[in-house]
């Protein structure tokens, strides 16, 4: 591995000191940091940026007993700016917004009226007193040609897993357009269950509204996520661990419904705290409580439009294991939900954008054992029932376990002629370049033509292969991987020991993912290298390796 290129520039910013103006990512005057951390102590965030607008947030503690979940403080009015210099000399929009307890007093508001991919810097003021300084950008007009697009893609962070340090150096990236985080921002479990390095807060497994308004704010108070949350727009979607593991749209795998009550109320709460403490738009408006749905478009010029799934809230249970009949091929099951696959469908179908990128949370390549022919399984099926379409599953909870849904979508690829739809996905806390074939038992020939890629990040601190077997990285790795892919030739790329961030480079000759590694993830300080770089051509359905990282532009 070779050391990553990153501009490590500082950027600097000066301001009176009466409002606390602060440097993008330096230190603040110790006077002003102490008044910044009274009333802003989770630190800024923007998210979701359109052409001419973008999500701001931030969560003021307007009294010491204000504090997250507590359901105490007074109404209160920030003021908030978006300007084009640091110093803010040139404000462009601005405004107040009036908070409270009933809303644990986050702000979540739309800036308008700016300019197609701009890049500009925001804060917000209470009392006299200035938050730390965002930066945010928004993306390219409708009909504007760009010559590339850069995201980091990450997910999977764990707190008491280990630290965040791939969020830190993701940040010193100077050029992306946005961060996609593609799902388990926060973690649901007590203390102990999966790390110790961290104690999570509260203590206990999260099910109360209090309960998950305080894990969020526990996380928006760690250094390493305050710093790319400010430096760089966030696109998110969740997976499971948001709300509770293996979560489908009417129960999930670790929800007791004796001891924890309704799970429909446990997912409410978890949305609602998740509408409060994310810049996410959760409906067609950006006000508290104005929608639940979380699939949505954004668009990037005619370069590219990304379509951010809910592949949870929507879905059906998953298959029991062992898969001993064909309960992952019925196709009245779904993972999508009837609505959310028309939209998709319809987004995949579109011409507006060259290249189609999916926020997908959970694995939509195959990784069966071993695939089979598809005629050959549904023959064997019309009698006995016993086959899983495209082979038996090695993950039910991804689209394997819902393999009429993944036929559906790849059917509409292949019918339609649709080219450039890269899958873009988290869950599996391990690294993976695919095509993705039509049908996996004849790939690479005709009838199973890849027709789409697909690249998998790995986690920021969730448990890989190596964390769980407690073995050292590259032993038991290898062998699985191996493995996996001699099943699969599909697969080209795996990394099963590895914790740390993507970025994604799109132009209209390739896209292409080059992965980053942590040294460690229980050190605070870990070092950060290049793993592996690869990349799709324009309309060719296939993944090839690349031999360096793009430079930052």
């Known amino acids: 591995m070779t050391s990553i290129e990153l501009d490590r520039r500082t950027l600097l910013t000066t301001g009176a000191a009466a409002t606390g103006a602060v440097a993008l990512g330096v230190a603040l005057p110790d006077e002003a940091e102490a008044a910044a951390n009274r009333y802003f102590k989770h630190g800024v965030a923007s998210g979701d940026p359109h052409p001419t607008s973008v999500i701001l947030w931030t969560r003021l503690t307007p009294t010491p007993k204000a504090t997250p979940g507590s359901g105490r403080g007074p109404r209160a009015t920030v003021r908030w700016q978006v300007a084009e210099d640091r110093r803010f000399r040139r404000v462009v929009a601005q405004g107040r917004f009036t908070t409270s307890a009933a809303r644990d007093h986050t702000v979540k508001l739309e ?51 280990g630290y965040f340090s791939a969020y830190r150096h993701l940040a010193r990236c100077n050029d992306l357009d946005a961060v996609l985080h593609l799902g388990d921002y926060l973690y649901e479990y007590g203390a102990g269950s999966y790390g110790d390095v961290r104690q999570p807060v509260p203590a206990h497994e999260m099910v109360s509204l209090s309960d998950y308004r305080r894990r969020h704010a526990q996380y928006k108070q760690d250094q390493d996520l305050q710093l790319l949350h400010a430096r760089n727009p966030f ?45 996410v738009r959760m409906g067609s408006e950006v006000a508290l409580g104005d929608g639940t749905r979380l699939f949505r478009r954004l668009r990037f010029g005619r370069l590219a439009e990304l379509s951010m799934l809910d592949l949870r809230t929507y879905r059906d249970q998953q298959a029991s294991y062992p898969v001993a009949d ?155 991987e191996a493995a996996i892919q001699a099943n699969n030739r599909h697969v080209k790329y795996l990394n099963f020991d590895d914790h740390g961030f993507s970025v994604l480079d799109v132009t209209a000759a390739r896209t292409q993912m080059d992965y980053y590694v942590i040294s460690e993830r229980t050190d605070p300080n870990a ?21 360096a990282p793009v430079r930052e532009r």
């Open 326 to 480: 064909g309960t992952v091929s019925d196709p009245e099951r779904t993972i999508t939900g009837a609505a959310q696959m028309r939209w998709l469908k319809d987004s995949l179908r579109q011409e507006r954008a060259q290249w189609k990128l999916v926020g997908n949370s959970v694995m939509i390549a195959p990784v069966v054992f071993p695939p089979l022919p598809n005629d050959l399984s549904r023959k064997v099926n019309d009698f006995t029932g016993l086959l899983p379409e495209d082979g038996a599953p090695y993950n039910v909870d991804q689209w394997d376990g819902y393999t009429a849904d993944r036929h559906e979508v790849l059917g509409h690829l292949a019918d339609h002629g649709v080219q450039n739809t890269v899958f873009l996905t988290g869950d599996i806390h391990s690294a993976w370049a695919c095509d993705v074939p039509l049908d996996a038992g004849t790939y690479p020939l005709e009838r199973g033509r890849s027709v789409a890629t697909e690249f998998v990040c790995t986690s920021v601190t969730s448990d890989n292969l190596n964390d769980i077997t407690g073995t050292a990285p590259a032993r038991s790795s290898i062998p699985v």
């Open 527 to 547: 070092t950060v290298s290049w793993a592996a770089s690869w990349a799709t051509d324009a309309d060719t359905q296939a993944v090839r390796p690349v031999d």
């Open 111 to 161: 800036a308008r009226g700016l300019r197609p991919r701009t890049t500009y810097f925001y804060r917000f003021l209470y009392e006299g007193v200035a938050s730390r300084i965002g930066r945010t950008r928004t993306a390219p007009a409708a009909h504007a040609t760009p010559a590339n697009l850069r995201f980091g893609v990450v997910s999977c962070s764990n707190l008491p897993a």
């Open 235 to 279: 696109i998110v979607t969740w997976d499971d661990h948001e709300v509770t593991n293996d979560a489908w749209a009417e129960g999930a795998e670790n929800h007791d419904p004796e001891t924890e009550g309704d799970y429909l109320a446990r997912r409410r709460r978890a949305h609602r705290a998740y509408d409060e403490w994310m810049p």
